[in-house]
């Protein structure tokens, strides 16, 4: 081999390494933005309500542990499915049961979050709580791939 070809081989080679690090790296040079706010805890009393998204679908939470969505975006999970080729919808319409969940998960650092699930029919989806304390959201990944979320805001 001689130099020319060696040099010009290593420099496809440096570059190829280059490009697969930095593309195995992506997330860590492009991080997902945060949630909404850091998380928060609402009793059940300040969940109920009704809480609109960014593109005006809506949840009714009621006091009985029903709900009414409307079109509401959300990280949807067929219940009992473990297919993972199943078409998620970006937003649902329906009627269901909710129920809040506090805990302590590792990823809020200590602090309590409240967890709301809906269940439709064969379909469940989890919001957590986030934001300021006076004006909390409730908020699901859309896609961790492109880094959305689902962000629902409560009307007064």
Request: contains cysteine; negative net charge; charged residues 20%.
């Amino acid at each position: 081999m001689n130099f020319r070809t060696g040099g010009a081989l290593r420099a496809v080679l440096a570059c190829a390494a280059l490009g697969t690090l930095l593309s195995g790296c992506g997330i860590l040079l492009n991080p997902a933005p945060p949630p909404p706010g850091p998380p928060q805890t609402l009793s059940t009393e300040d969940l109920i309500g009704t809480w609109r998204d960014e593109t005006d679908g809506r949840l009714t939470l009621s006091a009985d542990g029903s709900f009414t969505a409307t079109d509401v975006c959300g990280d949807y999970t067929k219940s009992g499915d473990d297919i993972v080729s199943v078409e998620e919808p970006l937003a649902m319409t329906g009627t269901g049961a909710w129920d809040p969940l506090t805990w302590d998960p590792a990823r809020a650092h200590g602090r309590l979050v409240t967890t709301v699930r809906i269940e439709f029919a064969e379909w469940f989806a989890d919001y957590d709580v986030g934001g300021a304390v006076e004006s909390p959201k409730l908020w699901a990944y859309k896609s961790l791939d492109n880094a959305e979320y689902c962000i629902l805001s409560k009307q007064p």
